[in-house]
């Protein structure tokens, strides 16, 4: 076919390029291949809910607390459910872990279990559902450690360095997959009409000329020295840069989306008031993990402050950790400051 056809030279859709991919790597046996489609397919599903979310049925609270003493959203309880129904059963996972719960999620005794773990968090910035704001999934995928058996804390507990694959979808004007499996990072927009995602932003790289910086600025006189001046750097106080736009959605997959594609950086630092002291808000496992390995597969960087996000050994599941990520001269900027003035 050829556009005189009005046909588009090529449309390469996330199952194509997955494979595509996995063609690159001979010894690869195809789990992983499948392990992302399943991931897309609990995307579309998600979607057509978060679609749908102003509608009296599914807007609202359960009542419930999750772990993390927030109140769960009827949303957050269908997407989580959404991604472990999909896949508890496909005998490609050995656990799963979910923002939404304490422990490890087995796999039923009934099925087989996998080569590889994943966590997952089901509708981050889901604070946002009733506004109409973006919102979206993050996911990580391990290779077990253990042999063989149900997954264990040892087969979550591994630094960032340690992924195989991590992603995110978004739900905003329209959804979109990205991904990266250590091969570049790829954007893939759902066509709603074919229900397919189709891929729309090939080899994404943070542009070299930084745009935004996205950060609750409302907490400023809370943050350490360090960080107040590196707020003060970002927005050009000190001449020595152009000053960067602030834009925060409050939505962490929305500003790290549109700061991976424009440039810039996205921070959550740690806040005097809380009551994890050193940790500040975001999850390292759910969260700051996946997107820095992103981050660096488009040639930026992601950082706690002192080190690398990437070299963090996590020692819980549900541990918190400071964030800046974006432009690598950017986040190097931030550890300065950080060192110097604490
Ligand atoms: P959540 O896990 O309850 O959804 O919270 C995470 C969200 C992130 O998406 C976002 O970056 C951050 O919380 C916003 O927090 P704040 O309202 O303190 O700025």
Redesign the pocket.
Known sequence: MNSQNNYPAQITTIERHILDEQRHHPEATGVLTQLLYDIALAGKVIASKTTRAGLAEILGRTDEINI?G?EVQKLDHLADLTIYRLNDHTGRLAALAS?EHEGILAIPEQYPTGKYVMLY?P??????IDYNIP??TIFSIFHRITESGPGTMEDMLQPGRNLVASGYISYGSSTMLVYTTGEGVHGFTLDPTVGEFLLSHPHIKIPDNPRYFSA?T??VTYWSEGVRRYTDYVQGVDGSIMGLSLR????????FHRNLLSGGV?Y?AVDSRDSNKDSG???LL??AAPLAFIAEQAGGYASDGTQSIMDIIPVSLHQRTPLFIGNRPLVEKAEELISKFG
């Not at 509708?123 to 946002?128: F, K």
């Not at 925060?248 to 500003?255: E, F, K, N």
């Open positions: 993390q927030e923002e968090d509708l981050d910035g889901s604070a946002n919102v979206g609750n409302g907490y925060y959605v409050g939505s962490l997959v929305a500003d996205f959550y808000k975001l999850r759910y969260e």
